[in-house]
């Protein structure tokens, strides 16, 4: 195994622990996206590191698919994830949902801390308001010690797998195009 399989593995295991985790805070706060939204994957202005997409760029890398990509990246300009399909059918937006990236496990499902050392859930209006009830009764629990997911620790989690790839934050397809570009690069020269 080379270094780069190896960094990529090491950061699906921080995914996979995460998402073990959201699925323990989804249990005892009922809290869920709706069927097929998607919506906040329209978000403009998402930024992502190149780090999180490198097991996305590897598994491109691995089914020939990463020039395809690098191409599609080049000649769309656009601002809102190019991952998102906003005609699939099914759960939600995302064609790759195994491969997301870190920021979209982390949002809906974890908590940021404040400037008194607070934890505090980050999630969508959609939830808020229409699981209002469950949402009001997290924010409770999560104050009186109930576990949830804390963004900050999982960032972390990543810059102790490879600080200079997950130092910087790029519009979220900039993020997308580095990582593919960092795969081909290394294999050009191995
Ligand atoms: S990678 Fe998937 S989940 Fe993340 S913003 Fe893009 S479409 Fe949404």
């Not at 890398?61 to 399909?85: D, F, G, H, P």
Request: some cysteine.
């Amino acid at each position: 195994m080379d270094s780069l399989e190896e960094k990529v593995n090491s950061v699906q295991a921080v995914f996979n622990k995460l998402d073990k985790e959201i699925a323990k805070f989804q249990q005892w706060s009922k809290l869920g996206c709706e069927f097929g939204c998607g919506k906040c994957c329209f978000k403009p202005d998402i930024e992502a590191t190149l780090l999180e997409f490198l097991p996305f760029a590897f598994h491109l890398y691995k089914t020939n698919q990463a020039e395809q990509w690098l191409e599609k990246l080049n000649s769309r300009n656009q601002e809102v994830c190019l991952i998102l399909n906003p005609h699939q059918s099914g759960a939600g937006l995302c064609t790759e949902y195994f491969h997301r990236g870190l920021i979209c496990r982390l949002f809906g499902y974890s908590a940021r801390t404040n400037k008194y050392g607070k934890r505090e859930l980050v999630t969508c209006q959609i939830i808020k308001t229409n699981q209002e009830q469950n949402y009001k009764n997290a924010v409770v629990e999560i104050e009186q010690g109930k576990e949830i997911p804390v963004m900050n620790e999982f960032y972390m989690q990543l810059a102790s797998i490879d600080f200079e790839l997950a130092r910087e934050f790029y519009p979220i397809n900039e993020a997308i195009k580095k990582a593919i570009e960092k795969v081909l690069h290394y294999y050009a020269y191995r």
